[in-house]
């Protein structure tokens, strides 16, 4: 049996501003944009070169939701975007403007550091131990 998570929701607060920061700086491809009625999307997007899990992008409707943007994980760190060069990543992401809240540091499962979406999400930029995201 093969399993694995295809995507995870993270509430916007709109579509737009989630497609600037994810596809705009961050990289990601937008794998579907699909209106399902007035006002509701089915938003995907996708690291380059990620093939299973993907982030639902879901625009905030009601007042519970909006109290939810950037704080899904009650102030951890919610997501962890795995890469096989971390530095090249740091650098083209500190490049697009992505705010970054420690300096890089080794850690024995790889070379970390966390930044932060502009709607307050935490997330670790990661490069495992021997290089290869797993």
Known sequence: MQQYLGAV???VPSYAEGLRFYVGSLGFTCVADVALSPG???VLVAPPG???TRLLLAEASTEAQ???IGNQAG???FLFLHTDDFWRDHR???AAG???L???RSEAYGTVAVFQDPFGNKWDLLEPAGGTPS
């Open 102 to 104: 420690e300096e890089p």
């Open 66 to 68: 909006e109290g939810v």
């Open 75 to 77: 102030g951890r760190v």
């Open 92 to 94: 083209r992401f500190k």
């Open 50 to 52: 990620g093939s299973q």
């Open 9 to 11: 929701t993270l509430v």
């Open 98 to 100: 992505v705010t970054f």
């Open 40 to 42: 509701k999307r089915w």
